[in-house]
């Protein structure tokens, strides 16, 4: 793995965890469907200068960019739709440990679909991993309770699992940043149904709420699906989305930091054990030879 390939992985990791912690906030003056929405539309302007601003672009067939689009419209649009409403009555925490779950859907779907194989390691890695971000979740006060709000999360997980599947083989044909636009694009037309719920939301949200959500739209929305897209282009699908165990670790730390929430033990020690769990399934890889798809 190369140093820009992990530099790709971290900036995800960081900035999808920042995420979680950042829809909180940003609920306080909008609603789910007004979040989503002015949160895609930023980052859609964002990637237009990025993708109008490449010295060169490819002759992308219509029909992979609508296929690209309804890839944006379920793995973004309809994950962050269903994310919000969630995180209305889950705390960041427990959110992030069942969208943390999205590596397991997108493995099976990846043997099953892109003839990618799975091993013991990997198998173990994994069951090491949901062990430690349960560990995380279950270490906060209240624990998981079933409600409406778990539900809404569990199509996010759903959502997310898929994503990383469906965009795979466009990725073999085009660079990483004319995929994550065209999906940006299909997930901000899909969210466009909501304009009126914007326009409200922009009338009464605070100041300090809106630049939130801008925050929201330019680095964990446009830079963060860049850097994934890339992730996903240079190794197989089922070794890129177990690193993202290390999200609810790190949405752990950064509610420490910014929020002032200061984690347990527990969640120290579940953190050390989802990060076990990714060194052993990536450590199956180490000597088995992957071809990537270098766009």
């Known amino acids: 793995m190369t140093k820009k390939t992990k530099s790709a992985i971290a900036i995800t990791i960081v900035l999808w965890a920042s995420g979680f912690v950042g829809i909180r906030v940003g609920l306080r003056g909008y609603s789910p469907e007004g979040l989503a929405l002015l949160r895609y539309l930023i980052a859609s302007i964002c990637m237009a200068i990025i993708y109008f601003r490449l010295p060169k672009r490819s ?26 409403y969630g995180e209305l009555s889950i705390s960041s925490g427990i959110a992030s440990f069942i969208t943390s779950q999205a590596p397991i859907i ?11 194989s799975i091993s013991t390691p990997q198998i173990l890695g994994l069951m090491v991993s949901v062990m430690g971000v349960a560990l995380i979740t ?19 997980t759903l959502a997310a699992g898929l994503f990383s599947v469906l965009q795979k083989p ?18 901000t037309l899909f969210l466009s ?29 446009a830079i963060a699906y860049v850097a994934w897209s890339y992730v996903l282009a240079k190794m197989p699908a089922s070794q890129a989305v177990s690193f993202l165990y290390f999200m609810p670790f790190v949405a752990t730390l950064l509610g420490w930091l910014c929020l002032g929430e200061v984690p ?32």
């Open 59 to 84: 002759s992308m067939r219509l029909l992979d960019m609508a296929a690209l689009m309804c890839v944006g419209a379920i793995g973004i649009g309809l994950y962050n739709l269903t994310l919000n």
């Open 106 to 116: 997108t493995t099976v779907l990846a043997v099953c679909f892109l003839g990618e």
């Open 138 to 156: 279950f270490s906060e006060k209240g624990g998981l309770k079933w409600d409406t709000g778990v539900f809404y999360i569990l199509i996010a």
């Open 170 to 187: 466009f990725l073999k044909k085009y660079h990483a940043i004319e995929a994550t636009t065209y999906i940006i694009w299909g997930a």
């Open 193 to 221: 149904l909501y304009i009126p719920k914007l326009q409200h939301d922009l009338m009464f949200a605070p100041l300090k709420t809106t630049i939130i959500v801008l925050y929201l739209g330019i680095f964990p929305a």
């Open 264 to 295: 347990v033990m527990m969640s120290l020690v579940g953190g050390l054990l989802a990060i076990i769990g990714v060194w052993l399934v990536n450590q199956s890889y180490r000597f088995i030879p992957v071809k990537n798809s270098t766009p």
